[in-house]
T-cell receptor, first 113, second 115 residues
Framework: AQSVAQPEDQVNVAEGNPLTVKCTYS??????LFWYVQYPNRGLQFLLK??????LVKGSYGFEAEFNKSQTSFHLKKPSALVSDSALYFC???????????FGSGTQLTVLP | EAGVVQSPRYKIIEKKQPVAFWCNPI?????LYWYRQNLGQGPELLIR????????DSQLPKDRFSAERLKGVDSTLKIQPAELGDSAVYLC?????????????FGPGTRLLVL
């Protein structure tokens, strides 16, 4: 079975500071990893995904994520946070044989002005 | 390009009443998904369609939930009768192509409140 853990329900960061939203996963095979963002009363928006290759994946709005196989992690990062980045962030995983995507419980990011 | 469209955006009903949600995927997307998102949780897949065929409905509570995608485009999800525990956001997503993993694009969701 595949699973995702987002250990922090809430992350607060000051505007202009770097941000990290943590994600760890468990799969039986090679993982495919995704990050989505959800703004209030909106659907999930795709940010980036890791399939294979370079461990550092760059995505939308200046976000990037680092795949670490030994630590089974896929943390989302941004060098300089904006107030407009405040939203709910979801990590998701599937392995090669799985039919469905498994989402984490989400991390609420608040960027303080 | 228009995104995934869902309607209604909000629905309030009394328990035991029926309710239906509608989804129009992104043009050309052959795969359609229905998810349920409970408060404070991530989305959970209910059913997945490849064109008009339901290929994964293992998590759909079939005693009260039903779905259809008759022409392989629009889809409806129905609950009859609704229970208090069905209060959630129902998300529709779509994707295209045959090479996995496919990126899923989500609609805004329908927020259901059952009283």
């Amino acid at each position: 079975a595949q699973s995702v853990a987002q250990p922090e329900d809430q992350v607060n960061v000051a505007e202009g500071n770097p941000l990290t939203v943590k994600c760890t996963y468990s799969v039986s095979g090679n993982p495919y990893l995704f990050w989505y963002v959800q703004y209030p009363n909106r659907g999930l928006q795709f940010l980036l995904k890791y399939i294979t290759g370079d461990n550092l994946v760059k995505g939308s709005y200046g976000f990037e994520a680092e795949f670490n196989k030994s630590q089974t992690s896929f943390h989302l990062k941004k060098p300089s946070a904006l107030v407009s980045d405040s939203a709910l962030y979801f990590c998701a995983v599937r392995d090669g044989s799985a039919r469905q995507l498994t989402f984490g419980s989400g991390t609420q990011l608040t960027v303080l002005p | 390009e228009a995104g995934v469209v869902q309607s209604p955006r909000y629905k309030i009903i009394e328990k035991k009443q029926p309710v239906a949600f509608w989804c129009n995927p992104i043009s050309g997307h052959n795969t359609l998904y229905w998810y349920r998102q409970n408060l404070g949780q991530g989305p959970e897949l209910l059913i997945r369609y490849e064109n008009e065929e339901a290929v994964d409905d293992s998590q759909l509570p079939k005693d009260r939930f039903s779905a259809e995608r008759l022409k392989g485009v629009d889809s409806t999800l129905k609950i009859q009768p609704a229970e208090l525990g069905d209060s959630a956001v129902y998300l529709c997503a779509s994707s295209f192509g045959t090479i996995n993993p496919k990126t899923q694009y989500f609609g805004p969701g329908t927020r259901l409140l059952v009283l």
